[in-house]
């Protein structure tokens, strides 16, 4: 008798035991493996931050040497140009000469301006991102190659900081060449509009369609693709590309709390 | 219908949920909806042998024979590298120990306590594995959504609770205390949920 309580003593201890144990071992599993993911995923977090801050930091090198080659191209050629003008005008050459070598003057000073102004829009830095997003419809208006028009539905000098501003007018100008090459597109709009505390622009166009897939985003041979991505996010955004029916796209920019960037 | 018999038909659950999810189940859930079968015709044989007053021990060594390298299967699937060979190894010796156990010390008609004790070490061994592998590998989001991750907590949960009472069964079959096989037939539905959980879970995750 007394050994068959021995066996259920044994019995209830050790059965209590191995169930606590056992009990034990999955509650620790279970709260171990959140706290290393969470951990993973804060790690994956930086390890994101650190890639866009990279990509932000080569954005701004390249935005900061582009100024400056705009700025080089504007004072140093230019003044060049302006020089060069005026020593023809003192040569004594024949009227039909000096005038052909004018017009060519102001067709290289035309070129340069162009392309100092494309470097860094001098628009964009005097008058704002509206006033610069106006002038970039307007200057695809007059090459007659695509109906573009720009609207907006507020009045304001600066939404944005420069560094936004930048930031956007870039946006736009990728998206826009982007339509030229490939759209086949004959008309964009571009609209700028504040709506329940939201910034948002919107550039649509009536050419073929395009929807990039995350997989068109993440290819590495789509650069201006993740120069938008990370330019948007740079300020704080969203950026969505979907394809109308029956043709064309259209590309929603989202900035909630623009009054910050 | 008392404890018993709602512990018996518990394995019913997982059972007809294999079956009906069958064709939505990876390899590893498919091997599982075997194991459930055969604890299912192995419990219908013993219950069979019972009540026509035979021996049922037979059925027990069966059971445990066969239940082992189910299980090695099982979780070979799913545990990779030098634990995967561990456990071949260890159901290996296993099978070894059991074939030596009916020779030696506990024949067919006796109930099998040694070779079920060895069967509880190798199958939390086997659960043990799979948890350092979570931990290694890192790779779980959300680990109540991994059917894996059920099926070694039921079968940790039912194998460690019952251990006890397997080795002291021979001692326990006089005793008047109904508690101990009450609580094998609550931690025996226990184990029936947690493999329904896992064969639900799978189906969804692969669909």
Sequence with gaps: ?261 | MNLDDISALSILIPLISAVILYRRLNKTLKLLGVFILFSAITESLAAIYFEYGWNNMIISHLYAFVQVPLLAWIFSTFINGVKKRVIFILCGAYLLFSILNVILWEDLLEFNSNQRYFAAVVIISYCLFYYTQIFVEANIVRIELEPNFWISSSILLYTAGTLFLFIYNNELMNSTNQGYWNLNCILNIILNIGLTGSLWVGARKLN
């Design chain 1, 1 to 261: 008798m007394g050994g068959s309580t021995e066996i259920e003593l044994t019995l209830l201890f050790g059965t209590a035991a191995m169930l606590t144990l056992a009990l034990f071992i999955i509650i620790f599993v279970v709260a171990y493996q959140r706290r290393l993911y969470a951990k993973q995923r804060e790690m994956n977090d930086m390890e994101m931050k650190a890639q866009l801050e990279l990509m932000d930091a080569v954005l701004l090198a390249k935005e900061k040497e582009q100024k400056r080659m705009a700025q080089e191209l504007h004072d140093g050629i230019g003044s060049a140009l302006t020089a060069l003008k005026m020593s023809i005008i003192q040569m004594n050459l024949v009227h039909d000469h000096k005038k052909q070598i004018d017009d060519n003057i102001k067709a290289i000073s035309a070129d340069v301006r162009r392309i100092s102004n494309e470097l860094m829009p001098s628009v964009l830095e005097d008058m704002g991102l509206q006033a610069a997003l106006e002038r970039l419809s307007q200057r695809i208006q007059d090459a007659a190659i695509i109906d573009c028009k720009y609207y907006r539905n507020y009045e304001l000098d600066s939404l944005h900081n420069d560094q936004a501003q930048l930031a956007l007018y870039r946006v736009v100008q990728e998206i826009l060449n982007n339509i030229i090459k490939y759209a086949k597109a004959t008309e964009i709009i571009i609209k700028e509009e504040l709506k329940e505390g939201k910034y948002l622009l919107t550039i649509t166009d009536n050419g073929t369609g395009f929807e990039p897939s995350e997989e068109d985003m993440s290819k590495s041979g789509s650069l201006g693709l993740k120069n938008i991505k990370s330019r948007i996010q740079q300020v704080g955004g969203t950026i969505e590309y979907r394809k109308l029916s029956p043709k064309g796209t259209i590309v929603n920019i989202e900035i909630r709390d623009y009054e910050k960037h």
